[in-house]
């Protein structure tokens, strides 16, 4: 076993080489946690319709994670973003599952790869944007002006401004890679001091390693809600153009 | 003394894996973008179909599950308020037809009363009137006995006087002036009889 805590991250491919137009779409270790995480979110929900009026444990948690994330648009884009509920559904649970299945010791963190976060945000981003420019038409540019602003500062704003809307998808999608890059490294080292501390000294990191167990799936659920509620935030601005 | 021993033991540690790490070829395999497209694809299609599922089949139903509670509920609670409103009626109407049935039965008690009352009135006054009827019918009788008695007497009282004279004398006097004499007698007794 190796060592080095950057190997968890490793991508291989599982069976054969798959190649389409000579570029390489072989199924891979992500692909398979993918896949896990896609298709656990399908069975716990599919459990979770069972036509009762009182709810079982598996549609109580489908019913009220239904509601959380439903309160969360609403609240934070809008009666207007309720189109949009079933993306926003499906990317939170994506997400959330991909984080947490990354969670078990030896298993894969999908969302540990800043290619596939970067591919969710720019998805996100461009569809924000589409949005915007769908509902206001060029006066979606407005989000760029903010009221109220003295016109020697206007330019130098408008400059920011469009920085800060073009640096979203970086931003969204370095955020989740970065925090669950971290946190797995964090604790693939403090479990190689384990083992090189041996039973003399590894205790201290073996608390370590516990307690960063319990901190690292904070942020796994933390992270596809931040995740999530930027996606909301951005929508609001789509929809609701308040500058 | 422990913190010291705790950070030089951390910092061994630390060469230790450092040297063991160095040892392998470092980098972050993220960064390499050999199965990025693989990556790609493979994340489209699983979100893709995932997306899918949940908004055509999953997420319908469990929305529809809510609802369907939700007007339940408010099904509910609106039979038992109708429930709760009816049964404060009937329970008004009970309320009604007991004071009712109070009322009636002082009334009538009230009135049997009454009644009995008249009735023992009635009675004692006739009873009363009859007694005061017997008393002077018996008052009557009592002056007419005391007048009769009297004339009897006077009668008598001549007739003896007449009688004891014609026997004393033995001849005849006039029977007024004696009856006279016997009632001035009789009358002066009278008097001094009634205490007058």
Redesign the interface.
Known sequence: M??????Q???Y?IGPEIKINN??????N??LF??I??LA??II??L????S?IPNKI?LL??LS??FISKMISDTAGSKAKPY???I??LF??VLFCNMFGMIPYSFT?T?????TF??AAFIFIGVTIIGFIKHGLGYLKLFVPSGVPMVLLPLIVVIEIISYLSRPISLSVRL?ANM?AGHTMMK?FG??VV??GIV?GW??LGFSVALTGLEILVAFLQAYVFAILTCIYLNDALNLHH | MLKKIIFQILALSLIFTYSVQSAESGGMPQLNPEFWISQIFWLVLTFGLLFIILSKFILPKISNNLETRKSQILENIETADKQREETEKKVKEFDKIINDTKVEAKNFFNSERQKVLDDINNKKLSLEKDIEKEIIKAEEEIDQLKKTSQEKVTKIAIETSSDLVKQLIGEDINKSSLSAIVEDLSKKEMEKHNGI
């Not at chain 1, 190796?2 to 190997?7: C, G, Q």
């Not at chain 1, 540990?112 to 596939?116: A, K, L, P, Q």
């Open positions: 190796a060592a080095n805590p950057m190997y991250f490793n991508v491919r570029i390489d779409i072989s199924f891979t992500a692909s993918m896949v995480s896609s979110i399908l929900f599919n979770g319709t069972k036509r009026i549609q489908a019913e239904y509601s509920f079933s993306f559904f499906s649970m994506f999908v540990s790869h800043i290619i596939v591919v969710l890679f890059m080292v190689g001091f090189s501390l000294g201290l990191p």
